[in-house]
């Protein structure tokens, strides 16, 4: 079977939504985000960045960020599921995936 391949396209919206999603911890305080975060051990040399949020409210995160358009919710997603499988830096901290509009995860910089 040959070994999936990930292109530059979806390379781009993986850094994109890990940009949006590290500015948005950084910067913002807007209330018109549904985005709860919580930084832990953040000035050690791992930081941890736990996030607790929705498709939606990422897919309004990556429109408001300096890049045209927006992510839609497949392609958030994908991302997700990318800095998870492949760069196994998100850790995925719902008790039920299947169904849950809630995303829960923390990722391990």
Do not use: C
Request: no cysteine.
């Amino acid at each position: 079977m040959p070994k999936k391949t990930y292109g530059t396209e979806v390379k781009a919206r993986v850094k994109r939504l890990l940009e949006a999603l590290l500015d948005f911890a950084k910067e913002f305080e807007d209330s018109k985000f549904d985005i709860k975060f919580k930084w832990e051990a953040e000035n050690s040399a791992n930081p941890k960045l736990i996030i607790k949020t929705t498709l939606v409210a990422l897919e309004y995160l990556t429109e408001k960020d300096k890049y045209p358009g927006k992510l839609t919710k497949p392609q958030i997603r994908e991302a997700l599921s990318l800095l998870k499988d492949f760069l196994e830096i998100l850790e995925d901290n719902r008790t039920q995936t299947k169904g849950v509009n809630i995303w829960h995860f923390t990722l391990k910089l």
